[in-house]
């Protein structure tokens, strides 16, 4: 995720406060307040509004409730986990072309659409520290961990070479660095890699960095195996290399520094493949407006079974669906057009909203699927629907609590009424009331795809799980994934999609009814976290807007 890659891992880290700048400035009085309220009795049930789900989002969610097939999901997830998919590479591509296949086997209709890549199409076939020489102890490797091995790191001479390890405590400034020479060296430090790789190899002459750096929500201390996965900068003339080590790993280099010198022996074999950024797009055309749009994306980047194949493949999954259903006969075909995007996060959307600026004024809708495959059982991430700007996303609420992913700086400008959020709402509780599924939501954090189309002014929503303690590791194997949960997040999407995609006039009474359910239920909620004349005034606003936005089905 470029640098919103970044974020999202600076963003773990801050979640211990939870709570943005922003809100610091703009009301710390209610900070306060609610501070101590969520103290008190955190109410975090969700308003019953699957009881007013509109007649017509019934039919619909019954047809792809038994039309979606999680096994389509499931063997894409389980086809692109193993592979480290970065935008441009074999991994990406071939990743694309699973979907693409099966779209057009369908009679989807799929296409590629091209653009100028921002990364260099990383890809390596090997990775390997071994403790002494060239016959030594295997600490880390591709074979046994995946993707230890940084994102830009250049190629040693073949069958590798041998270096001095150096250990330079956090390795994050001059300090770490008195009295060692590392010229030539590989260093082994508990900062960030690529800071650690600044300081080290561009500043200090290095050959490469070991990261011993893991966060906490990854649980190292009960899991020696676990590593987060990262990147150094690209170099050409530099040509260096960097590895994240697991807990075990480094504890080991640690172990033999304790008795002396040591040399480690490392070999890369990796390729930089210049090739243009690819974006999938599939499309069910509408009938009438085929102008007007309902937008779904996964990202296809990122070498997690859950971040993000389980995506790619529940968005295939929920597109089979409703293509199969409008052949079938069970649905008419829609009046909009309903387009499916697998993409390099975020760039992809960027690149898809600027090359038909006029097109996305016509989007009505976005939703985003980024982790949307987690066993809840084994990961510890349940559902959320993190929901586009409303005025929870401004104001800290114990009624709305934020993932541990934490409150981002949003700007008011991005706070719209709109249907979107209770619809999306309505239709997973609906699936909840026949499954037990467990369905949350939390305030707009940003990161993913949704936040491109936030801000070019769409109403957009993300389906994802927080916290999963594999998230950005090796860990995030296809045995951490749940065909179900791929299952009923391809099931709800497909329904609002396809219900927004076909709504019309005789939909609006409809709608009204479930936002006026939604804000009444919304205003009760405010009084009993201690009304607050502006956060409620901000509410009537909101669904005042949701209400106006209703404008857009009078067709
Ligand atoms: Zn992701």
């Known amino acids: 995720m470029r640098t919103v890659r970044t974020v999202r891992t600076v963003r773990t880290v801050r979640t211990v406060l939870g709570v943005s700048t922003v809100l610091v400035q703009k009301c710390i009085g209610v900070l306060l307040i609610s501070a101590t309220l969520s103290a008190q009795a955190p109410t975090l049930h969700l308003p019953a509004l699957d009881r007013s789900l509109p007649g017509r989002v019934e039919a619909i969610y019954q047809g792809l409730a038994t039309g979606v097939d999680p096994v389509v999901a499931m063997e894409t997830a389980r086809m692109m986990a193993p592979l480290w998919r970065l935008a441009g590479n074999p991994a990406f591509e071939q990743s694309q072309q699973f979907i693409f296949d099966r779209l057009q086997a369908a009679g989807l209709a799929p296409r590629y659409e091209t653009f100028a890549n921002a990364g260099m199409g990383w890809e390596h076939r090997r990775g390997t520290v071994r403790l002494g020489g060239a016959e030594g102890e295997v600490l880390l490797s591709r074979e046994a961990h995946r993707v230890a091995l940084a994102i830009n790191s250049f190629s040693t001479p073949a069958g590798g070479a041998a270096f001095r390890l150096v250990d330079a405590g956090t390795g994050l400034g001059a300090a770490s660095y008195e009295g060692r020479d590392v010229t030539g060296a590989v260093v082994l430090a508990t900062g960030g890699l690529s800071p650690v790789w600044q300081q080290a190899v561009r500043a200090r002459g290095a050959a490469g960095v070991i990261s011993t750096e893991v966060a906490a929500y990854t649980r190292p201390g009960e899991t020696p195996d676990v590593l987060q996965w990262g990147s150094i900068p690209y170099d050409e003339s530099l040509r260096s290399f960097g590895f994240k080590a697991t807990p075990q790993a480094g504890r080991r280099l640690r172990e033999a520094l304790a008795n002396g010198a040591v040399t480690v022996h490392v070999e890369v074999d990796s390729t930089f493949h210049r090739r243009p950024n690819r974006t999938l797009v599939a499309e069910i055309p509408g009938a009438t407006r085929p102008g007007e749009r309902v937008v779904l994306a996964a990202h296809v980047q990122e070498p997690g079974a859950n971040d993000n194949a389980s995506g790619c493949g529940t968005l295939l999954a929920s597109a089979l669906a409703i293509h199969d259903a409008i052949r079938r006969g069970v649905f008419a075909p829609p009046a909009r057009t309903i387009t499916f995007l697998w993409v390099d996060e975020i760039r992809g959307s960027e690149q898809w909203v600027k090359a038909d600026p006029a097109r996305v004024t016509q989007v009505l809708a976005m939703l985003s699927l980024d982790m949307t495959g987690e066993d809840t059982a084994t990961t510890g991430g349940t559902f959320l629907i993190e929901k586009s ?131 009444d239920a919304r205003l009760e909620t405010e009084k009993a976290n201690t009304a607050i004349p502006e956060i409620i005034e901000a509410w009537r606003k909101w669904y005042t807007e949701a209400v106006a936005s209703l404008g857009r089905f009078q067709i």
């Open 389 to 519: 700007p409303d005025p929870s996303a401004l104001w800290d609420r114990p009624s709305d609590p934020h993932s541990e992913w934490g409150a981002s700086k949003v700007d008011p400008a991005l706070v719209r009424g709109s249907f979107l959020n209770d619809l999306h709402l309505a239709v997973a509780l609906r699936r909840a009331r026949d499954t037990g599924w467990a369905v949350r939501t939390n305030p707009y954090e940003g990161g993913s795809d949704h936040t491109v189309f936030t801000r070019a002014g769409v109403p957009a929503l993300l389906n994802w799980h927080f916290t999963d303690r594999y998230y950005h590791t090796n860990l995030d194997t296809i045995d951490k994934t749940s065909p179900a949960e791929m299952q009923h997040v391809a099931i709800v999407v497909g329904t609002t999609a396809y219900y927004l995609a076909s709504a019309g006039g005789g939909d609006v009474a409809d709608l009204r009814r479930l936002l006026d359910a939604a804000r």
